[in-house]
């Protein structure tokens, strides 16, 4: 490639680019902020950079028996969801990559579908399905919901990822005296340990992010953190906007603590494609 | 050789079978339920058969919910492909290797945020008065107030503003990745012929990824469809029914107004028709 000689159209293009990459974190960047400000200091006319900063609104939220209660109920209904998800989605989807069927295509449809249902047709039945049963605001009844969710995305993610296993190595497993079920535990899944990650940390986010079903499955008791958060907002003015903005930072945290690993997996994906 | 083995079978039956069981009892029973007239208060039901679907017709605020989901939808999808692709190709011009994985990291941010929390970042930046958003326009105007969420003719693309901030920003960072596994050959060539910039990647670079471009639009075509978050956060389908999508009329039938839950279904049901057969129809199109 020869050299560019400067431009001002690639200096517009700089310009940009960077003036993208601010928008994408900043307001992420003044959220955190006014969760750090006393109410004084959110309710100008002209937005303060400088500002004694207190761990009031902080404590607030961490103190609040109904965030703590949201906090709990959605760890454990997505931690479940995710690890039903990896026990039922990954073998799924390795016979679906190495044992290839007629069926195989319409399998693959048949998940990816599943995708296309719109949420409120699903949270509608299901809520007087969980009315009927008993099991309506209870953590099983999200948990086997949100289920439907991991399942699908993990073994959507996971087929390509066993794919791209190199052949030969578990062809010289079954060589050696391998069993198929060995082959699965100790070459496959270890093989394609990395790009699975990718894909179970994309469904964690998922559900966590999760927020329709959530609201309508739930009434008290199995309320989630997206709801809870959502709640605040709805006191109005009456809550000081730095205890909101401190839930929506909590909220967000645990999603943004997957940023390594997702980015990781989008690389593989695309390395896989060029090669 | 692979022996035959009971693997694909123990493997594959039990999770298919419990993906049907999950998948299909709320599927069936939303149109069972959308053919009776149960509400929330009260616990009796009858059969109505199809005039929960008839009333729907004629229900004006049914019909604005559809234009509105169908104007959002074109107003998401099209603009995060713009947003996408333009920052993509400027990317993959102007930003040297290690600038490259610093934005690839800044861009997917947005799209892992619960859009719970999007939505309050964005409604609190939007504030008229106190907004980071709108200090802008307040600086320029000496003080006007430009409320963008509570004006008809704003509202749905300050919320749809969000959703490509989330989805424009990350898809732009597999634009670039698209890019990057072109050979270079072409580029190279059309370079010897003195083709401009942006003719280079109008005429050879995005006609060679026109079905990557294609997927990608798919995909956004079905997240799309999930708008209920930002919208329920952001203005709750106001001001008046101006943002009131097709989800959050049925959330609101069924849940906050008058509890007819057979006829949110109802509404529920033709959704679901409908995005099966449009999507069903639009894959079979990008497979072939």
């Known amino acids: ?275 | 050789m692979r022996r035959r083995s009971s693997l694909p079978v123990t493997f594959l039956v039990p999770t298919l079978a419990i993906l049907l069981v999950l998948s299909m009892v709320p599927t069936l029973y939303a149109i069972v339920i959308a053919l009776q007239n149960r509400e929330l208060s009260a616990p009796g039901y009858t059969w109505v058969w199809f005039s929960n679907f008839a009333d729907l017709f004629v229900d004006r605020r049914f019909l604005n919910a559809v234009w509105v989901s169908v104007k959002w939808e074109i107003v998401t999808v099209v603009a995060t492909m713009v947003v996408a692709i333009g920052l993509g190709v400027l990317m993959f011009e102007v930003a040297a290797p290690r600038l490259r994985n610093i934005y690839c990291l800044l861009f997917i941010i947005p799209v892992l945020l619960p859009r719970v929390s999007a939505a309050f970042v964005w409604k609190f930046a939007y504030h008229p008065l106190y907004g980071i958003a709108t200090y802008p326009y307040r600086l320029i105007t000496g003080g006007l107030i430009f409320d963008p969420l509570s004006k008809a003719s704003t509202a749905l693309f300050a919320v749809a503003s969000v959703d490509v901030w989330q989805w424009g920003l990350f898809f732009a960072v597999i634009v670039l990745k698209l890019l990057e596994t072109l050979p270079p050959q072409p580029i190279e060539a059309a370079r010897l012929d003195h083709a401009k910039r942006w003719q280079i990647h109008a005429y050879v670079t995005l006609p060679m990824l026109k079905a990557p471009l294609i997927s990608l639009m798919f995909v956004k075509m079905i997240e799309s469809l999930r708008s209920f978050d930002l919208i329920y956060v952001m203005t709750r389908g106001g001001p008046g029914v101006a943002t009131e999508t097709l989800d959050m009329y049925a959330f609101s039938q069924g849940f906050i107004e008058s509890g007819k839950v057979s006829y949110a279904s109802a509404m529920a049901v033709l959704m679901m028709i409908a995005t099966v057969i449009t999507f069903t129809f639009l894959w079979k199109r990008v497979q072939a």
């Open chain 1, 1 to 275: 490639m020869r050299p560019y000689p400067i431009r001002p159209g690639r200096l517009i293009a700089k310009a940009i680019l960077a003036l993208a990459g601010f928008l994408a974190v900043f307001p992420l960047v003044w959220t955190a902020l006014n969760a750090l400000k006393n109410n004084v200091d959110i309710i100008t006319r002209v937005p303060r950079l400088v500002f004694t900063p207190t761990l009031a609104n902080i404590s607030y939220i961490l103190g609040r028996d109904s965030v703590l209660t949201g906090l709990y109920n959605s760890v454990v209904a997505c931690g479940s969801a995710v690890l039903i998800g990896v026990a039922l989605g990954l073998p799924a989807a390795y016979a679906v990559a190495r044992y290839p069927n007629r069926f195989a295509g319409d399998i693959q449809f048949f998940v990816l579908s599943l995708r296309f249902l719109p949420p409120v047709a699903v949270a509608i039945p299901l809520m007087v399905i969980w009315l009927q049963v008993g099991l309506y605001d209870t953590l099983p009844a999200l948990i086997v919901t949100y289920s439907l969710l991991t399942i699908s995305v993990i073994m959507w993610l996971a087929i390509p990822a066993f794919q791209g296993v190199p052949k030969e190595v578990e062809e010289a497993a079954f060589v050696d005296g391998y069993g198929a079920y060995p082959v699965f535990w100790r070459i496959a899944l270890p093989v394609a340990a990395r790009s699975l990650a990718g894909a179970i940390a994309f469904s964690f986010v998922l559900v966590w992010n999760e927020f329709l079903i959530a609201l309508m499955l739930s009434s008290s008791n199995a309320k989630t953190l997206p709801i809870v958060a959502s709640e605040l907002s709805q006191q109005g003015m009456n809550v000081p906007w730095g205890i909101l903005n401190a839930s929506v930072v909590l909220l967000s945290l645990p999603p943004l603590l997957f940023l390594g690993v997702l980015s990781g997996f989008l690389n593989s994906v695309f390395r896989q494609k060029k090669t």
